[in-house]
């Protein structure tokens, strides 16, 4: 049987992603008068792991030295790798976008005759910014997840194409620019909300010549009950015990991230670590259903008192999605490397704000909203400036799992899926780096990419699949090179064989290529920080 017809889309903005980042970047693109799709593989407002949290953003009011004592705070953490200019951007950027929601979302008072804007509840924020997607003019394609690029001759971005999941039909859109907002990649640890969180952006940009940046910057963890990923934010209170009742010397959070982590992995490995929450306070315990609603269900489906009964706890590999790294930005409208490609939220590196340490939620939700909305609006100048060049001749440029460059054998490749974990979120692999650990993990993804990108080919539903699984290898592959190349310790990279810090490696390291994963270091910070 012929394959179905593909649908055809055109626009002059067509971003890619359903979370935060690609709405408020669909929302900015459209009120500059842009012509805007948006695809995504899941639904909008409820993709992502914006829509099960309960996102609290980077808000500092412009009043004499505050922002300047907040920039300067969070820069002292940054190891030497973030820019207080950007800083500042998404500082301002923020205060002025989250009012215009207004509209749209029930923001709460702040107690003192004004409005809470700061702290939004996840799912209602996501349902909002779809909405107020919608009235800006926005034409939504939920679940029609894209699976590679398209390129003009010149090598520009020309659009996207993928796989329509419920009408089970391709389709091919042209834009005059793409924003890629596709979410970081968790390697499927069972984070919440991460499930789609593939890597896909990253895999697809990179085909199109694109450098990412920060890759190493991947070690963040999130504590949950053992058995379902919930959000982090009671456990600030929780004291530990292993099976016996007897309580574990572990850390608090404030003490080291590093330490804290570090200490809980060893308990955890050595058996089951319960937490107890009896002690937390009582503003917590009456506030967290409004904050985040998600983090009590699991306990209420399995009748246990949250803050009573002592429960397993387990923590969660994270990735790039809470980690730093993403795709490089070398303009202020985010734009990428490759002409007419841009990339906001967490695929895009975030160390311009964050440096080598993750920027925690309220960082990083202030990163996603500000350079979504930079990205937008920059696409809508530029494809409305030079247009969509519809009858340009273009290529696609998908590769692995779609256009196998050997005999097609392989429609899944599940099976590398448990090695290439180990070695990216495996608690010993990742908080205890050292260069041997790194070169086994980078032997086994280089195994499991030529596997898929020599014999890797699925239609249908069964392309999306693989494409997500070679996105994860590939996103390994990146993380590894750039963890072995970078030789030391900085932030959340963590070698236990170069447990010192470089003066000499303070920059950015940036990592790109395909079948041969290359690095380099990006003096552009120590350059800034002369000047």
């Not at 409305?384 to 009858?391: F, L, P, T, V």
Request: charged share 20%; glycine share 12%; hydrophobic share 45%.
């Amino acid at each position: 049987m012929r394959d179905a017809e593909p649908i055809a889309i055109t626009a002059d903005v067509l971003v890619i992603g359903g979370g935060m980042a690609a709405c408020w970047a669909a929302i900015a693109a459209a009120r500059g008068g842009a012509q805007v799709v948006l695809v995504d593989k899941g639904y909008v407002g409820t993709s992502g792991v914006t829509a099960t949290g309960g996102p609290n953003h980077w808000w500092v009011a412009p009043e004499p030295g505050k922002r300047e004592a907040a920039i300067e705070e969070r820069y002292s953490r940054s190891f030497g790798l973030a820019e207080r200019r950007w800083m500042a951007r998404i500082i301002e950027e923020t205060w002025r976008a989250l009012p215009e929601l207004a509209g749209y979302y029930p923001f709460a008072g702040d107690g003192r005759g004004g409005t809470f804007y700061a702290g939004v509840r996840g799912p209602e924020y996501m349902r909002a910014l779809r909405r107020f997607a919608q009235d800006a003019g926005v034409t939504l394609f939920d679940h029609h997840p894209a699976l590679e690029l398209l390129a003009h001759a010149d090598g520009s971005v020309a659009g996207a194409a993928g796989y329509a999941r419920l009408l089970r039909r391709p389709w091919i859109a042209r834009a005059g620019a793409v924003v890629m907002a596709t979410g970081g990649c968790a390697f499927r640890s069972g984070l919440i909300g991460s499930y789609g969180n593939t890597g896909d952006g990253l895999l697809m940009a990179a085909e199109a010549g694109a450098v990412l940046s920060g890759m190493e910057f991947s070690v963040s963890y999130s504590l949950s009950p053992a058995w379902n990923s919930t959000r982090t934010l009671p456990y600030f209170a929780a004291r530990f015990f292993d099976e016996s009742g007897v309580e574990l010397d572990i850390p608090p959070p404030m003490s080291g991230e590093a330490a804290h982590l570090r200490a809980l992995a060893k308990a955890m490995d050595a058996g089951p670590v319960l937490a107890d929450l009896s002690d937390a306070p009582d503003r917590l315990k009456r506030g967290l259903r409004t904050i985040q609603p998600a983090s009590l269900a699991p306990f209420e489906r399995r009748g246990i008192d949250l803050f009573r009964d002592r429960f397993p706890v387990k923590i969660f590999g994270e990735g790039t999605v809470r980690g730093t790294g993403g795709l490089q930005i070398v303009g202020d409208g985010c734009e990428t490397n490759v002409e007419r490609l841009y990339a906001a939220g967490d695929s895009a590196t975030r160390e311009l704000v964050a440096g080598a340490t993750s920027g925690g939620g309220a960082q990083n939700a202030a990163w996603a909203l500000t350079s979504g909305r930079l990205a937008g609006a920059a696409a809508a100048v530029r494809a409305q400036r030079e247009g969509q060049r519809a009858d340009s001749p273009v290529r696609a440029l998908g590769a692995a799992g779609l256009r196998p460059a050997s005999l097609a054998r392989i429609d899944d490749a599940a099976a590398f899926l448990p090695a290439i974990q180990a070695a990216t979120i495996g608690y010993d692999a990742a908080l205890w780096r050292s260069a041997d650990k790194l070169e086994r993990g980078r032997a086994e993804a280089d195994v499991a990419w030529r596997a898929v990108a020599d014999h890797g080919h699925a239609k249908g539903l069964g392309a999306i699949a693989l494409r997500e699984q070679a996105a994860m290898i590939a996103s390994a592959r990146w993380v590894l090179g750039a963890a072995l190349a970078r030789d030391e310790s900085r932030g959340m990279h963590m070698r236990v064989d170069r447990p010192a810090r470089d003066d000499a490696q303070e920059h950015r390291l940036l990592t790109g290529g395909l079948d041969q994963i290359w690095t380099r270091p990006d003096h552009v910070v120590r350059l800034e920080a002369a000047a």
